[in-house]
């Protein structure tokens, strides 16, 4: 390789790596911006903010789902496999929202530590399948707890 | 060079001549368009009427076979402009900056094809058009890239300065690919994690899987064409006043 190239080549590997870097020290420092949600554990230990609106992520728990009144709200806890959350909500939910199916809550914490939420966001896996497959998955055993999102 | 034979240099070198190249391409092209045909009616045939509906989302997932082709290709394009970029500005070859700039509007246009079809699906699934979360965001920045990328060049008259410009804006973007890929899995993302491009078993099922990988196929080679297309407008541009084009223009006024 000639000269000339050789020095553009380095020189051009050395910005990259060096834009690299600043990137992963950037997003190294927002991390906690970055996240889209609060699992049920950081709201429980008291990580999550006290009196502002935070979004609350995990999995429905199944025959948690309940309707209080004979309104539009509806009552049901949350779960990352470690801690559970209460959840109350009173609007239309999501086509995908159902027991032991991920969601994405936005609200705020109530002084009794339940979770009122504004939004309900359904939160899709990436499991695709015919439903003759998810029945036939189903019936040795009831789907396993999987990840936490 | 090292490690590569000497029949691929060969080849490279008469590549990058941009009268093979005009030449070469032109007679390409029927079969890529063969090609593509080839593998897009079977994709989307298979996609949108063979798969069968799933277990949740009913017939809705379909759009994946648009969003998510499409979402790789606004990755793979990005890639392709930075290496070509790179090459531009360490070799000084023409032809490599001509198909990084030639890419730049094709992959916006995938990258903004993945956006909409996303947020299309995200209404009914999520209950949303949008959100900021890391991959919708980050997705979104790739769009303002590519959008940079051809304003910057649009806005430099002298076509050689304006590649070099435009590469080190390529190359420094990159950074941004290993962000988009890897959004889902550093933060907590509204947006699925990975079903196919994982290194355990896709978690899609087989007759799911076979016309989504067609698509993809189906979508590279459509990238190829159309950058094809787009390269040798710029390529017979930029050398208007050599001799092959001089040629090029005086048979076609004889014909």
């Known amino acids: 390789m000639k000269p000339a190239r050789k020095q553009r080549l380095i020189l051009i590997t050395l910005m990259v790596i060096g834009a690299g870097i ?10 906690d911006n970055l996240m889209y949600f609060f699992p049920p554990t950081d709201v429980v230990d008291g990580k999550a903010p006290k009196d502002a609106l935070f979004r609350l992520g995990g999995m429905v728990i199944k025959g948690s789902v309940e309707r209080p009144g004979d309104g539009m709200m509806v009552r049901f ?3 990352d496999f470690k801690k559970e959350v209460t959840v109350e909500y009173t609007g239309i939910l999501p086509d995908l929202f159902r027991e032991g ?8 914490l109530s002084p009794q530590g339940v979770f009122i939420a504004e939004e309900v966001l359904a939160k899709h896996d990436e499991n695709y399948m015919p439903p003759e497959v998810a029945g036939s998955l189903k019936k040795p055993e009831a789907p396993s707890a999987g990840k936490a999102q | 060079m090292f490690l590569v034979p000497d029949a691929v240099v060969r ?5 990058a001549s941009p009268p093979h190249f005009y030449a070469f391409t032109e007679k390409l092209m029927p079969w890529l368009t063969g090609l593509f045909l080839l593998l ?3 994709g989307l045939y298979g996609g949108l009427y063979l798969a069968p509906a799933d277990y949740q989302q009913g017939d809705s997932y379909r759009i994946i076979y648009i969003h998510v082709p499409a979402a790789w290709m606004s990755l793979f394009i990005y890639v392709v402009m930075a290496v070509t970029g790179g090459i531009g500005l360490i070799w000084r070859i023409k032809l490599a900056e001509v198909v990084m700039i030639s890419s730049a509007s094709v992959g916006a246009s995938f990258t903004f094809i993945a956006l909409v079809t996303g947020s299309l699906w995200g209404k009914p699934m999520w209950g949303t058009w949008w959100v900021w979360d890391a991959r919708l965001t980050s997705e979104l920045i790739l769009l303002f890239l590519y959008l940079g990328v ?5 806005a430099i008259d002298d076509k050689r300065t304006a590649s070099k410009a435009v590469a080190i804006l390529a190359l420094v973007g990159v950074v941004n690919i290993p962000i988009i890929h890897y959004s889902v899995e550093w933060w907590n993302t509204l947006h699925q994690g990975p079903t196919v491009t994982k290194m355990d078993k896709p978690s899609i099922h087989v007759s799911m899987l076979v016309p989504l990988l067609l698509m993809a196929l189906a979508f590279k080679v459509y990238y190829i064409i159309a950058m094809i297309l787009r390269a040798r407008v710029e390529l017979v541009q930029r050398e208007r006043n050599s001799q092959w084009v001089k040629s090029l223009i005086a048979e076609e006024v004889v014909e």
């Open chain 1, 77 to 79: 806890k949350l779960t």
């Open chain 2, 40 to 42: 897009i009616v079977p």
């Open chain 1, 22 to 31: 600043a990137t992963a020290f950037a997003l190294k420092s927002f991390n």
């Open chain 2, 150 to 154: 051809i304003g910057l060049y649009g």
């Open chain 2, 11 to 15: 080849f490279f070198h008469r590549m």
């Open chain 1, 101 to 108: 199916q991920g969601i994405v809550a936005h609200g705020r």
